[in-house]
């Protein structure tokens, strides 16, 4: 064969194998996590972690981001602020990625919302705090409802129980503070006297001191406020005092680690929570309930045990994330721009609708009021 043969040949072969070539040479799209996955916030982050691992496997399996596959960089802050901002820090600095997903809490969150918005990289987070979004803050959103409309959803189910008097006892943290303003900047709105507040650690192991005197003080009604473990106990000390009034809790507790710590304590509590708990009580034409029933079916076959809305925040987030990337060429700025601008993006959680003054995008409708009976989760009628 002569040279000019084998140059032709070449040629060709060369031309025939660039488009391949070229399809697996895009680069890859680096997407952080930062999640409680261990700790005493785990019952949150861990299921944020398996579903984020879960979602990047499924996209890349389907051909990735307009043919770029995405790298999943996770990080554990054990629900720990300060490891939560050197896990930020290795992210933008070392890890050069793209966006970043989580926090799972809202004192995590908070404390890294000031480097994400430096580095103008987007943030997702998976905590509920108010503050987190409020007021708006260009590169940070979230897919947990905001505590606001839980208290919303708690204010209304007391109201229509003829409630008007409440004692209140919420976590000392950033979670618990931001709950604890919300419903003393609500009550009033919906007929309601807060006649006592009481606040309890993350940590404490018995809160009887708190909950003889919001006893004597006489509410209609008692609201705690936190994530686990801390709102268990609170449950198991109201059943030891004998407090003869309802007990609500917050979505923070929205899991069934809740009725596994609190035993036969939680019977009875009602709470706000996204629809995942009840997703089977649903009526047909929901328009979530194929979205929550296919993250069911996701979760359970990879046998990540339990499914719970904290995982669909994560979900969530990826889903929005996954829409803001297509087109976008890896451009942060190109993705920041189109989180803003979606409408209308039914997930796990709810129905997101963004906008430059609603980095949330949720409404009221993203919740529902359960109570717990027979150690689960009963859907109440509005």
Request: proline residues 5%; charged residues 20%; aromatic residues 6%.
């Amino acid at each position: 064969m002569s040279v000019k043969t084998l140059v032709q040949l070449f040629i060709v072969i060369t031309l025939c194998i660039s488009p391949l070539s070229t399809v697996a040479a895009q680069s890859v799209y680096k997407i952080g996590g930062i999640f409680s996955s261990t700790g005493r916030a785990s019952f949150l982050g861990d299921p944020e972690k398996r579903t984020m691992e879960m979602m990047v496997d499924r996209i890349n399996a389907n051909g990735g981001i307009d043919g770029h596959p995405l790298e999943a960089v996770i990080y554990d802050s054990e629900g720990d602020p300060a490891k939560a901002v050197s896990a930020v820090n290795k992210l933008i600095h070392r890890d050069k990625v793209l966006a970043i997903i989580g926090p799972s809490t809202t004192p995590t969150t908070l404390a890294v919302v000031n480097f994400v918005e430096r580095a103008k990289i987007p943030l997702i987070s998976c905590a509920a705090g108010i503050k987190i979004t409020s007021p708006v803050k260009p590169w940070v959103f979230k897919t947990a409802q905001s505590d606001r409309l839980a208290v919303q959803g708690l204010y209304e189910h007391m109201r229509a129980k003829s409630v008007k008097t409440v004692g209140i006892i919420t976590v000392a943290n950033s979670f618990g503070e931001s709950g604890r303003d919300q419903l003393i900047s609500l009550a009033k709105e919906y007929g309601i006297t807060i006649v006592a507040k009481e606040s309890f650690g993350a940590k404490d192991t018995d809160t009887t001191a708190q909950l003889t005197k919001l006893k004597k003080a006489a509410p209609d009604a008692l609201i705690c406020w936190g994530t686990n473990p801390g709102p268990a106990v609170v449950a198991k000390n109201v059943q030891q005092l004998k407090i003869d009034i309802p007990l609500y809790q917050s979505h923070g507790v929205a899991s069934p680690k809740f009725i596994a710590l609190a035993g036969d304590s939680a019977e009875g509590i009602v709470l706000p929570t996204g629809k995942i708990l009840v997703m089977d009580q649903l009526l047909d034409d929901d328009p979530q309930k194929q979205i929550l029933q296919d993250y069911r079916s996701m979760y359970l076959s990879a046998k990540a045990g339990a499914v719970s809305g904290f995982g669909g925040y994560a979900h969530d987030a990826m889903t929005l994330l996954v829409a803001a990337l297509k087109g976008s060429n890896g451009d942060k700025k190109q993705i920041r721009d189109r989180l803003e601008t979606l409408e209308n993006h039914v997930g796990v959680t709810g129905r997101y609708s963004f906008s430059p003054k609603d980095h949330n995008g949720l409404s009221a409708s993203a919740f529902v009021m359960v109570e717990i009976k027979n150690n689960t989760w009963n859907l109440l009628t509005p």
